[in-house]
């Protein structure tokens, strides 16, 4: 079992940024695969980030250079850097956990979830 616990999120101007944490329990963060979700107010969870255990990263098209993913296997934790905020990215973040080497976009092929954490960016 893997408990992802996320942390960071908050209200913030557009422009601005938010680091977004999440912490993993268990001996075993180097082999999971990490992801970021997120979820806007009626709409369907989608795709932010995501890290393979050996270091390789997905972006989706819209936070491309400005969100960068990053882990530190040490500390058991994945992060999300998030600059250049745009009202747009308002929505709730979710880290997910994928045991394997591989990443992937799809929310459905990761095997454990964090609570989620609110980000909302004003206009």
């Known amino acids: 079992q893997v408990q992802l616990v996320e942390s960071g999120g908050g209200l913030v101007q557009a422009g601005g940024s938010l680091r977004l944490s999440c912490a993993a329990s268990?001996?075993?963060?180097?082999?999971?695969?990490m992801g970021w979700f997120r979820q806007a107010p009626g709409k369907e969870r989608a795709f932010v980030a995501a890290i393979w255990s050996g270091g390789k990263i997905y972006y989706t098209d819209s936070v491309k250079g400005r969100f960068t993913i990053s882990r530190d296997n040490a500390k058991n934790t994945v992060y999300l850097q998030m600059n250049s905020l745009k009202p747009e990215d308002t929505a709730v973040y979710y880290c997910?956990?994928?045991?394997?080497?591989?990443?992937?976009?799809?929310?459905?092929?990761?095997?454990?979830w964090g609570q989620g954490t609110q980000v909302t960016v004003s206009s």
């Open positions: 997910a956990a994928r045991l394997g080497p591989i990443a992937t976009r799809i929310g459905n092929e990761y095997d454990y």
């Open positions: 268990g001996r075993t963060f180097s082999s999971y695969s």
